[in-house]
Nanobody, 125 residues
Framework: QVQLVESGGGSVQAGGSLRLSCAAS????????MGWFRQAPGKERDVVAT????????YYADSVKGRFTISRDNAKNTVYLQMNSLKPEDTAVYYC??????????????????WGKGTLVTVST
């Protein structure tokens, strides 16, 4: 099993920045990829960004390209999401997830094996 704990959510005004962190513990040697997903009220959970745990492969949803940056620290078993130029439409619960399957571009929610409990990000005008 892999446990994921997110931190760093909060409230910010439009144009501001937040940094999310996700610490993995347990059988982390099984992890092949990690990612951030988000779910806004009344909407489905969608991918934001994913990163391979062993290579330099990264994927971003079009809606966050150029504003968000995903990164990882393998020594700390931690993945980060730096969010800049935040917009009200970025308001959502952000979830960290891990996959034990091989990396591929466009990992979706059904590809992920483990999930954190989520952290709320609220962007006001």
């Amino acid at each position: 099993q892999v446990q994921l704990v997110e931190s760093g959510g909060g409230s910010v005004q439009a144009g501001g920045s937040l940094r999310l962190s996700c610490a993995a513990s347990g059988r982390t040697y099984n992890i092949a990829a990690m990612g951030w997903f988000r779910q806004a009220p009344g909407k489905e959970r969608d991918v934001v960004a994913t990163i391979s745990w062993r290579t330099s492969n990264i994927y971003y949803a079009d809606s966050v390209k150029g504003r968000f940056t995903i990164s990882r620290d393998n020594a700390k078993n931690t993945v980060y999401l730096q969010m800049n130029s935040l917009k009200p439409e970025d308001t959502a619960v952000y979830y960290c997830a891990a996959s034990t399957s091989a990396w591929r571009t466009g990992l979706q929610t059904y590809d992920m094996d483990y999930w954190g409990k989520g952290t709320l990000v609220t962007v006001s005008t």
